[in-house]
């Protein structure tokens, strides 16, 4: 119930003025909390929309998809385009969350048990009235463990015929979760710039916020470009993971970096290639420091975006392994299973295959899946009906519904083949997402209802992915994607994550 404060030694400011001004108090005053208005703290109210409402915009623009995993699962809302009045970015998103808010309760769930929300939205000029209609809902009051870890991206979503807003979210069956809360201003890790935390560990997985080249002590972003930014976003990543005993050069599953348009092609390449060297560079000082040696290999995403946060160039968003006996598992290679996934849609095995995947596996615990679908894969599974301008990435000749089937079909057999091989089943998915650029010229309902018929299809062949009423997989509209931030010129990338219960 008291408090008071402490100076700081210089070299832990990194000499900045700025945050030696905040130590220029009277250190050695003690204060008392007097007592502390419960109501003051809570964020202010507002109800949900009439249940009629909800009614009537979910039959005609409400869309659901969720995962089937019985106690970690997402589930996905967004509205679909129509020529009907506009909401606004505060409407859609206040019908989105209260449409999630309901699914967790016919789940018997709450704000409280959600571990991580992707919150898309449409124009990252609105993110502050985004964040106003966002702690209507989830507040520290409804989520006494800690509020759920977020990223926030602008996507091109009105594009691509969704609405302004697009809201994932994971959720746990129980609340084991531990999360870190950075609320002050420090030295070693940006506080959060919004109501979220910084980092979720939930069954030996961290899920950690989308992380800025932010300055800690002062809340800015770095000068030096995407490559300051990134490696400044690493750093503050790092600080993180070590409140978990664990470091992101040797646990990280998973690194999905968002890159802003406003990067210039010529910074683009580097991107990558400082990410790497930075990685081993923290691995080489665990080494010095007597760490055991690298672990896991991880697999790289990269999103391009409209905009990020604060107009930053890039975010990080890792997910680690944390075991719960703080050993590193010994492990790190992929051993097969002695079960062979049976042939689906007529594909049959090709080395080329595995130059499509990227995966991190941990033996009978975690599977982390990266599809990517580029011009000159496209140009294979469909060889018997495009013409050699795919090969040179030239999009003008469009897809055609009939090649976007069999390229949806391609993905779905090689990612059944993939968790099958690592033995895992579609049962442990918690996650899967379908990234997609605007320009593929395929209506969403079209992509949705193309793969939603081909989990059906696979579900007659093999069992075990049965979806319901709701398809298990999220469409994505992104300005490009790919395995180098050079390269985001995927068709379709598809990232998939799944976990042993």
């Known amino acids: 119930m008291k408090f008071h404060l402490e100076s700081k030694q210089s070299n832990s400011l990194s000499g900045n003025n700025k945050t030696n001004d905040l130590c220029r108090e009277n250190i050695s005053s003690v204060f008392e909390v007097q007592g502390v208005n419960l109501e003051e703290c809570k964020a202010p109210g507002e109800p949900g929309p009439d249940v009629n409402d909800l009614i009537e915009v979910s039959s005609h623009r409400l869309h659901l ?7 970690t699962f997402s589930i996905c809302c967004w509205l679909q385009d129509t020529s009907g009045p506009p909401t606004g970015l505060q409407g859609d998103l206040k019908l989105i969350l209260r449409q999630i808010e309901l699914q967790l309760e016919g789940c018997g769930l709450g704000w ?3 571990l991580y929300i992707h919150l898309y939205i449409s124009d990252m000029d609105q993110f502050t009235q985004a964040n106003e209609t966002y702690v209507r809902f989830i507040t520290q009051d409804k989520c006494p463990f800690g509020v759920p870890s977020r990223s926030t991206i602008e996507l091109p979503l009105i594009q691509a015929g969704l609405g302004r807003a697009y809201v994932e979210v994971l959720v746990a069956n129980d609340l084991s979760k531990r999360v870190l809360h950075v609320q002050s201003i420090s030295c070693w890790a940006p506080s959060c710039i919004g109501p979220y935390s910084q980092a979720s560990l939930h ?3 961290l899920h950690m916020a989308g992380q800025l080249g932010l300055d800690p002590p002062t809340m800015t972003l770095c000068d030096g470009g995407s490559t300051a930014e990134l490696e400044s976003a690493l750093q503050n990543s790092e600080a993180i993971a070590k409140c978990f005993n664990c470091s992101i050069s040797t646990s990280a599953i998973l690194f999905v970096v ?4 406003n990067i210039p092609l010529d910074e683009r390449p580097k991107i990558h290639d400082n990410l790497d060297t930075f990685a081993k560079q923290l691995k080489l000082s665990h080494l010095d420091k007597g760490t055991k040696a690298e672990v896991l290999d991880p697999i790289f995403l990269y999103i391009l975006v409209p905009d990020l946060p604060k107009r930053a160039l890039v975010e990080i968003k890792p997910i680690l ?7 590193t598992p010994e492990e790190t290679s992929c051993q097969l299973s002695s079960i062979v996934a049976p042939t689906s849609f007529g594909f049959q095995p090709a080395d080329w295959h595995d130059s499509c995947i990227q995966k991190c596996v941990i033996p009978g615990k975690i599977c982390a899946v990266v599809l990517s679908i580029t011009s000159v894969v496209a140009m294979k599974i469909c060889s018997d009906s495009m013409n050699a301008d795919w090969s040179n990435n030239n999009h003008q000749n ?12 391609f993905c779905i057999f090689l990612l059944n083949k993939t968790i099958i091989e690592n033995d895992f089943s579609w049962k442990d998915t918690m996650s899967l997402r379908l990234y997609f650029p605007p320009n593929l010229h395929v209506p969403l309902e079209t992509l949705s209802n193309l793969f939603a018929d081909g989990f059906k299809e696979l579900d007659q062949m093999n069992g075990g992915t049965k979806v319901g009423g709701k398809p298990i997989f999220n469409l994505v509209p992104v300005l490009g994607a790919g395995i180098s931030a050079a390269c985001t010129n995927d068709i379709i990338t598809c990232e ?3 976990r042993k219960s």
């Open 258 to 261: 968002y890159c802003s348009k």
């Open 398 to 409: 469009f897809l055609t519904e009939s090649q976007m089937k069999r390229i949806s079909r």
């Open 496 to 498: 998939l994550f799944a």
């Open 203 to 205: 069954k030996e997985i």
């Open 65 to 71: 998809s969720k995962t089937e995993k019985d106690n």
């Open 321 to 327: 392994y944390v075991p719960e006996t703080m050993e």
């Open 112 to 114: 409280e048990h959600v």
